[in-house]
């Protein structure tokens, strides 16, 4: 018989070495599916985990790991500080849309005035739609008891339907001879997040990330309010015993997760998009859901897992284009992540027990 | 001497870590009341276990009658004439009785034969229960009731209670000693599980004390004083708690028509309690489980307020007040359940101390908390109280469950609170460090701060109770002076016999 049974106290080593056991997991199990696919297993891994850092076109690859990891970095930590509370946001997708929308709004509402108040104002505006349209399943969960991962989540999809409106009517380009999407912002110079070094792929939108890393480990480690959201996810009633009220805690989680959601909305629409259009969403959102869990919920590991995650997407495409390797099968990689992540945690609060069990 | 009924020679179990029995001998004679005593983890359970099956023996034999007996599971202790009544029932609320115990039998019988063998056998026994009714509508011994007919159906030689009596009201305790006294006259022989001594000095006729695994001693309990046992049971010589009798100071607290709906539907609605609570007072609050003790003291300590006007402290209203600002003001509390409520199970010591201390010790700067002070705070809470642990890093989890509510009991004490409201403080925790919360209490008191003492352990609270009232279905009785108050006026306190009748024998 094998058994489960509950360490006294968690692992630390095994809390840290689950990540690494993870990836080394699905490196192996991956190049079987590759292999199975009729690809060379090790050049694929190669491909995926060596080439954007190291290969040939690295310096191209490079700045894209920073651009495509900083909007998943930036939404999951807000995520990572709901999910450690028992608190599942799962619209940040729609936070993100809505961020960008009020974003670019603020910055075409403008359009051509020149000032330097004008990308603040967009960064405030940004942080403003992604806050608001996250306390929409807020406030109804803590006035009507809703259930804030259907509501947030249903959300998404009327979040893409005002962005689709958006682009083919109020923020349409009036000189952009009838195509959808609106002006173009990197044309913009007042409202443009440009590289604030060429070629690095640093933008307003990597410092956030950053910012929001630093942010969310001083709140979790030396704040009341973190310290409240850590025991609401340990045992809900004896934070509710301490004085913590949950229903402000619901606020707090869900406000914050949107409101980084809406800046890297922000941020991506006013630099590496430029544009409001139909497809501006590509499933940051959603991504980050997993990015958070891949880095433990924990800030530091969340940054980590962001750049492991934007290696693999690069990582990926080039697979893709190089080796010919279907969409799908990168997908299913990702996926096998998770849930080798998943599985090796278990190992954090639970051991192996092989042999005979008993009633006790 | 008779050939006795069931023999266990040398019986050894091991765990990893700890022998749980280690060469346990005893013998039960037919129609004898035996009495298995000892402290929590002094291995009373695995060896009742081991009896009935569900845990094999690493060493030792046992034999039923003179015949060797080795269930290899619950099913052939059964059917070799041995039952058992847990501690826990296992019955479905939305089934009847006759359905729930058609459910543990192996091979059934139709239901309408069932029910008239449930009301023969119930007649017979004293134990009066319609078949017929849903268990969700009974009273715990109504429910114990059940369980005990499931197994007198079996027509058992032997019959295991594990602490039959911790549900049950005075009256009850009596009507279900005068059914166990009809059925060891009858010849079949009871294994009665208790750490209550003054019932087993009632009930039982011979008694084996465990402690840490082996047999240390054997007594006639009725001739034997419940100290020298209590005693035997802990090894060494208890320290009674002690104090000084003092006037009561000023009332500090005081409930008027406190009311409160129930939090859920198995909760219990709060119905117009009153009461008055003077400084350096010990009130004992009495009653069984599931009457509104969880939600008395939720009400107490600020985890579900109240409207205005229901509780005033020091002549303020602080009814409307969530837990931190009452305990800013000096009333703290300490619930009944330790994991997950009163403490977070896989967080460290530290930060259980700052779960309720962030306040009152100053751990919280303007929001940001100060862990150099909290790891303080800890350790001395484990110095003074004697929590045994590897220090403030290790988690709830990893401690005993009385170490653990040390460590609870502790962080309140320490924060010197004026008013202090405890559920239940010495649940499950072994006879000495019981000992040690109750003095503790006492000297919180002593030192002028009001207590409310909410327990089911009656022994406990005409110990260090200044008065004493019951909780009977959300209503409070009237406080009396503890002293000089016999059993019975507190049985009827607690809502008597629940409407049970006596047994007629």
């Known amino acids: ?103 670019a709004g603020v910055g075409l509402a403008f359009y051509p005035l020149d000032s330097v108040i004008i990308f603040p104002l967009m960064v405030l505006a940004g942080a403003f739609g992604g806050w608001i349209w996250a306390m929409i399943p807020a406030v109804l969960k803590v006035k009507f008891g809703t259930n804030e991962i259907l509501v947030s989540l249903m959300l998404v999809y009327v979040a893409e339907q005002f962005l689709a409106s958006m682009s083919l009517g109020l923020m349409r380009n009036p000189e952009g001879m009838g195509f959808p999407g609106s002006r173009n912002l990197r044309q913009y110079a007042s409202a443009h997040n440009g590289e604030l070094v060429a070629g690095s792929g640093m933008h307003w939108g990597v410092v956030a990330a950053f910012i929001a890393v630093i942010f969310a480990y001083v709140l979790l480690a030396r704040h009341r309010i973190g310290f409240a959201i850590r025991v609401t996810g340990d045992a809900p009633r004896a934070a509710a015993f301490s004085g913590v009220s949950p229903a402000r805690l619901v606020l707090f989680c869900l406000g914050m997760s949107g409101l980084l959601a809406g800046l890297a909305g922000m941020f991506e629409v006013s630099g590496p998009a430029g544009q409001v259009t139909i497809d501006f969403n590509v499933g940051y959102g959603f991504t980050a859901i997993i990015v958070a869990f891949l880095g433990r919920l924990h800030p530091v590991g969340i940054l980590l ?39 090796f945690d278990l190992f954090t609060n639970y051991r192996l027990k092989i042999g005979r069990t008993e009633v006790a | 001497m008779s050939q006795p009924l069931l023999s266990l020679q040398s019986l050894t179990k091991a765990y990893p870590g700890v022998v749980a029995n280690d060469a346990v001998s005893l013998s039960i004679a037919p129609g004898e009341v035996h009495a298995l005593l000892g402290e929590n983890g002094a291995g009373k359970s695995t060896l009742v276990k081991m009896i009935y099956g569900l845990v094999k023996p690493d060493a030792g034999r046992m034999q039923m009658n003179g015949a060797p007996f080795a ?52 007649e017979a026994y004293g134990l009066p229960l319609s078949p017929d009714r849903t268990v969700g509508d009974l009273s715990a011994g109504e429910r114990q009731r059940v ?39 009858e010849g079949t022989a009871i294994l009665y599980i208790s750490h209550k001594l003054e019932e087993i000095r009632t009930l039982c006729d011979h008694a084996t004390i465990l402690r840490l695994g082996k047999v240390v001693g054997e007594c006639t309990p009725r001739d034997t004083s419940a100290r020298d046992m209590a005693e035997m049971m802990v090894g060494k010589l208890l320290q009674t708690p002690t104090r000084a009798g003092q006037a009561a100071g000023d009332t500090v607290l005081r409930l008027t028509g406190l009311s409160a709906p129930a939090p ?42 109240v409207p205005r006007g229901m509780i005033t402290f020091k002549g303020e209203d602080i009814g409307p007040l969530g837990p931190t600002a009452r305990r800013t003001r000096g009333v703290l509390a300490a619930p009944e359940e330790r994991m997950g409520h009163a403490a977070a199970p896989d967080m460290s010591l530290t930060e259980n101390a700052m779960l309720t201390g962030a306040v009152r010790e100053g751990l919280d700067r303007r929001g940001f908390l100060d862990w150099p002070a909290a790891t303080r705070f800890a350790e001395s809470i484990i110095k003074r109280f004697d929590v045994r642990t590897p220090g403030p890093r290790a988690a709830a989890r990893s401690l005993s469950g009385g170490n653990l509510q040390k460590f609870v009991i502790g962080r309140e004490v320490m924060q010197r609170p004026e008013v202090f409201v405890v559920n239940q403080p010495t649940w499950g925790v072994d006879a000495s460090a019981a000992a040690d919360i109750r003095q503790a209490l006492l ?17 406990e609270l005409m110990e260090i109770s200044d008065r004493f009232a019951a909780l009977n279905e959300g209503r409070l009785s009237a406080p009396r002076p503890a002293q000089g108050i016999t059993v019975e006026e507190i049985g009827l306190m607690m809502g ?7 047994a007629h024998v």
């Open chain 2, 71 to 122: 269930p290899a599971e619950p099913r052939a202790a059964r059917s070799a004439g041995v039952g058992m009544v847990f501690q826990h029932f296992s019955l479905f609320d939305a089934m009847t009785v006759a359905e729930n115990i058609a459910l543990g039998m192996e091979n059934a019988p139709k239901l309408g034969a069932l029910s008239a063998r449930i009301t023969a056998v119930s």
């Open chain 2, 443 to 459: 000297d919180l008191a002593q030192g002028g701060a009001a207590l409310i003492v909410i327990s089911q352990d009656l022994d």
């Open chain 1, 1 to 103: 018989m094998i058994g489960l049974v509950k360490r006294p106290e968690p692992s630390r080593l095994f809390s840290l070495a689950a990540p690494v056991l993870a990836v080394l997991a699905t490196m192996f199990f991956g190049g079987l599916l590759f292999a199975a696919l009729g690809k060379a297993p090790l050049e694929a891994i190669q491909t995926i985990f060596w080439e954007p850092l190291f290969g040939e076109f690295a310096f191209f690859y490079r700045p894209q790991l920073l651009i495509k990891g900083a909007p998943l970095v930036l939404i999951a930590i807000g995520l990572s500080l709901g999910f450690k509370a028992g608190i599942w946001n799962i619209g940040a997708e729609g936070q993100y849309i809505m961020g960008a929308l009020f974003g």
């Open chain 2, 264 to 305: 859920n539907a198995f909760g219990m609605a709060l119905k117009d309690i009153a009461l008055d609570l003077r400084g350096g007072e010990i009130l004992g609050i009495g009653g069984v489980s599931g009457n509104g003790q969880d939600e008395l003291l939720a009400a107490l300590s600020g985890e579900r307020p």
């Open chain 1, 305 to 343: 897992a962001g750049g492991l995650m934007a290696l693999t997407y690069i990582g990926g495409d080039i697979a893709q284009s190089k080796m010919g390797l279907p969409a799908a099968a990168i997908q299913v990689f990702q996926g096998m992540l998770l849930f080798f992540l998943l599985a």
């Open chain 2, 147 to 185: 369980e005990i007919i499931r197994c007198l159906l079996q027509d058992p030689k032997l019959l295991i209670m594990d602490e039959p009596t911790s549900v049950l009201t005075p009256q009850e305790v009596e009507i279900l000693f005068k059914t166990l006294r009809k059925l060891s006259a």
């Open chain 2, 496 to 502: 008597g016999a629940h409407d049970m009748e006596v």
